[in-house]
């Protein structure tokens, strides 16, 4: 569904047809990309391995330490790209069980701990050479729904429209005001938002598309 279908079928269901709007169009766009961005970090249901930006690391020699991408969510799989040898996630405490004074080690990459807080990724062994680590990532959406293109569509599957305008609309009964908030519309919708998620993940375990939680998937330096 693109932007404008979505707002209509929110609008029409919220019964706010007539202008002036009860729920201005920005701020139902507001609800989406909230709901949007929650609905991919709980369900992982955007997985990127091409976009250039956040799919690919360029290592420097003698680097350890390397930004990530603020939407990447977690890291399916990482392989270097001159072998394509996966690299596997650990943990700092079980590199320092392993190797001591891990940091001081420098070799060919293969394992990888994540710095959640500050979205870092850290090698181990330290890069002795140039080379790229292709990722497979869960992300957000590249960019967020705007009023400016209403012809967009968002980047989750199309089945999965009907969840996202429940989750708008429990947020847009949150609203205050005499003409707008309705707690009872809006458990509801929450309710109905919070079935859907599930059925999305329970989608994935099925298909074997994600068959973790995003816990599971960050390790912590």
């Not at 392993?98 to 994540?114: D, I, M, R, V």
Request: with cysteine; net charge negative; hydrophobic share 40%.
């Amino acid at each position: 569904m693109t932007l404008t279908e979505i707002v209509a079928a929110t609008r029409s269901m919220l019964d706010d047809t007539a202008t002036p709007y009860l729920w201005p169009d920005e701020e139902l766009v507001v609800c989406l990309n909230d709901r949007l961005n929650v609905m991919c970090a709980e369900t992982l249901c955007i997985t990127d391995s091409t976009t250039p930006q956040i799919c690919t690391v360029t290592l420097t020699k003698g680097l350890a330490s390397y930004a990530l991408d603020s939407r990447i969510i977690a890291i399916k799989r990482a392989a270097l790209q001159s072998t394509g040898a996966p690299l596997f996630k650990t943990t700092q405490d079980s590199l320092f069980r392993w190797y001591g004074l891990w940091q001081n080690f420098e070799g060919t990459p293969a394992y990888y701990l994540l710095d959640v807080q500050s979205a870092h990724i850290t090698l181990h062994p330290v890069p002795a050479a140039s080379d790229t680590i292709n990722l497979t990532v869960y992300r957000l959406p590249l960019s967020e729904m705007s009023t400016s293109t209403p012809g967009a569509e968002p980047e989750i599957p199309r089945r999965y429209s009907r969840t996202l305008i429940n989750g708008i609309l429990a947020l847009a009964y949150e609203k205050s005001g005499s003409e707008t908030l309705n707690t009872e519309s809006a458990k509801t919708y929450r309710e109905l938002w919070q079935k859907g998620i599930d059925e999305i993940k329970r989608e994935a375990l099925v298909n074997g598309s994600a068959s973790y939680s995003i816990n599971d998937l960050m390790g912590v330096i």
